[in-house]
T-cell receptor, first 116, second 113 residues
Framework: GDSVTQMEGPVTLSEEAFLTINCTYT??????LFWYVQYPGEGLQLLLK?????DKGSNKGFEATYRKETTSFHLEKGSVQVSDSAVYFC???????????????FGKGTLLTVNP | ETGVTQSPTHLIKTRGQQVTLRCSSQ?????VSWYQQALGQGPQFIFQ???????GRGNFPPRFSGLQFPNYSSELNVNALELDDSALYLC????????????FGPGTRLLVL
């Protein structure tokens, strides 16, 4: 079945450091890929997405490129801020065989803490 | 535009009881998906409702059931609660059976004692 493996945390960085959170997936077909962010005590917010190979999703300085050859979708940001502290989830979206249902399969999440 | 809302925000139940959680979808969305997020884990797909019909189910027992109403709001019902049902329950709304981006509500935190 579909699965997502992402870098175990926690990750602790200083403000303005470079961020990479690794994500790899296993899926049949050609899933869409997503990064969601969860701030303390809140639900999930979509950060960025990519729907086909070589697409780059970007938002708020974060980027991720859909790499079909390595089945990866690593999240990067050039300069993190304290306000980026949160849990980040990589997810893939896939349909059932009949194509009528579309569900998200999530990784376990990576806790990022950014210190001033 | 109103986002996805869920109620209640927190709930405490005892083992064996039943619980109903509610979700109002975002305006214009006809699909609601429910996810269970255990502490320290990623969300897991429970089931999806599309135009008032169940439209796919994850690996959850039948005591997890749901409804979707004509206004596309939804309920998640859990019977015979077990301790392991303690989790954050998230609903997400979308269009086209979930194929478009899913927008999540803030969740209901359920504690089973």
């Amino acid at each position: 079945g579909d699965s997502v493996t992402q870098m175990e945390g926690p990750v602790t960085l200083s403000e303005e450091a470079f961020l990479t959170i690794n994500c790899t997936y296993t899926a049949t077909g050609y899933p869409s890929l997503f990064w969601y962010v969860q701030y303390p005590g809140e639900g999930l917010q979509l950060l960025l997405k990519a729907t086909k190979a070589d697409d780059k999703g970007s938002n708020k300085g974060f980027e991720a490129t859909y790499r079909k050859e390595t089945t990866s979708f690593h999240l990067e940001k050039g300069s993190v801020q304290v306000s980026d502290s949160a849990v980040y989830f990589c997810a893939l979206g896939s349909s059932n065989s009949g194509g009528s249902n579309y569900k998200l399969t999530f990784g376990k999440g990576t806790l990022l803490t950014v210190n001033p | 535009e109103t986002g996805v809302t869920q109620s209640p925000t927190h709930l405490i139940k005892t083992r064996g009881q039943q619980v109903t959680l509610r979700c109002s979808s975002q305006s214009g969305h006809n699909t609601v998906s429910w996810y269970q997020q255990a502490l320290g884990q990623g969300p897991q797909f429970i089931f999806q409702y599309y135009r008032e019909e169940e439209n796919g189910r994850g690996n959850f027992p039948p005591r997890f059931s749901g409804l979707q109403f004509p206004n596309y709001s939804s309920e998640l019902n859990v019977n015979a609660l077990e301790l392991d049902d303690s989790a954050l329950y998230l609903c997400a709304s979308s269009t086209l059976g979930g194929a478009e981006t899913q927008y999540f509500g803030p969740g209901t935190r359920l504690l089973v004692l």
